[in-house]
């Protein structure tokens, strides 16, 4: 024992030696390198960090011309340029290099990837497309995939974008079955619109293959069974949900009430909804049992429920709703509640929201697809309650 720790001791100088031989020869190899670079890059770079860009693309002009052969200071420049949303010139800048004839292959590959980038940014899918395509089995594979990705979403353009996604869990080892699932979702849409359920149902199950946890899919399959008349068959589709993911069951629910009251099967349906709520307790199905109650069994009845719940879980929602079946029922002073509940309605704005977890926009309605970021399903499926 006490020989180990001995060695350790003697190990340790020769430790220290080659950790200063490595920061020499790093720090040598730093300065060999930005000898190389010249001043006005670092002046750029500067103007970067201290966000004033105007001033850090004349330096990096500067810096291109007196070193022209750099392709790195011209990628440096052409993508201060693309964010800058100055892409037709970030565009000439490639397109100007990719002409010269001395520019080898590798090198020349990562000019058209630059280039591609810039036609992506100026949405001249079209052609950024091609030039993406292009790079396949080269090492800019990846960044090409996701770029064809983005731009069949953006172009609805739904089989290749399930092709490109397979592709990419292929090469990148992430999962893309979400999206892929979704893809074939809004290829049922498509096919709903031009009136072909069979080619609609068909995607739908082609979404549950790619997703078994594809909540859209069962709840497109129980609209369109719904929207032919087959409210039992609807009602099973959506109970379906449950199984894969009940946080949407308050999404549903409407819906499934709708269905059984349809079949006259009101009470059997609000059942089915007070054990969900008993289950899940979601906030969205407890709007729905509220309604259903009040409408079926009258004021008193769903005072009662909103005085319970009430006991449980504080939400300004269900104060509201208290004192609206209070009133109903004929307790209190009318003028009164209707100040109260009118205070309430503007603090809590007059809609609830549905807030996207990736880039926080602010929704009226449920949205499989962030309109602001494109992200699928980052909406949660409960509503925001506060909404000033
Ligand atoms: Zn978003």
Redesign the pocket.
């Known amino acids: 024992m006490i020989e180990f720790e001995y060695w350790w001791l003697m190990a340790l100088p020769l430790f220290f030696a080659l950790g200063w031989l490595a920061a020499r020869v790093d720090i040598n190899q730093l300065l060999s390198e930005s000898s190389i670079l010249p001043a006005a890059y670092f002046k750029g770079l500067n103007f970067l960090i201290s966000d004033q860009h105007d001033k850090a693309v004349e330096a990096f002009i500067e810096a291109v011309e007196a070193n022209a052969d750099s392709l790195e200071l011209h990628f440096a420049l052409g993508s201060l340029f693309r964010r800058r949303g100055e892409v037709d010139k970030a565009i000439h800048l490639h397109l100007n290099l990719l002409e010269r004839k001395e520019i080898a292959e590798p090198q020349k590959l990562a000019v058209m990837a630059e280039l591609a980038q810039d036609y992506l940014k100026a949405g001249l899918f079209d052609r950024a497309e091609e030039l993406f395509r292009s790079l396949d089995q080269t090492r800019y594979q990846l960044p090409a995939l996701r770029a064809l990705q983005e731009i069949y979403v953006r172009e609805r353009e739904w089989e290749r974008a399930i092709e490109t996604a397979r592709e990419l869990e292929k090469v990148s080892i992430v999962s893309m079955r979400k999206e892929i699932a979704q893809y074939y979702c809004e290829l049922a849409v498509k096919y709903q619109h031009a009136n072909d359920a069979r080619s609609a149902r068909q995607q739908l199950e082609l979404a549950l293959e790619s997703n078994k946890n594809c909540v859209r899919a069962n709840a497109m399959l129980g609209d369109m069974e719904e929207a032919a008349g087959a409210h039992e068959n609807a009602i099973a589709m959506w109970k379906r949900i449950e199984l894969q993911q009940p946080q949407y069951l308050g999404l549903i629910a409407p819906r499934m009430l709708k269905s059984y009251k349809a079949l006259g099967k009101t009470p059997q349906g609000l059942a089915q909804m007070e054990s969900y709520l008993k289950k899940y307790n979601l906030p969205s199905l407890l709007n729905v049992v509220y309604e259903a109650v009040l409408a079926e069994q009258g004021a008193a009845a769903a005072a009662q429920l909103a005085r319970k719940e009430l006991a449980h879980q504080p939400s300004l929602q269900l104060l509201d709703q208290f004192l609206q079946a209070q009133t109903e029922a004929g307790n209190g002073d009318p003028q009164d509640t209707q100040l109260m509940r009118h205070t309430l309605r503007t603090f809590l704005g007059s809609h609830s929201a549905y807030l ?6 602010r929704a009226r309605h449920y949205h499989w697809q ?6 699928w399903e ?2 949660p499926p409960e509503p925001n309650e506060l909404n000033p």
């Open positions: 996207c977890e990736q880039c926080g926009f962030c309109p602001a970021c494109n992200n980052s909406f």
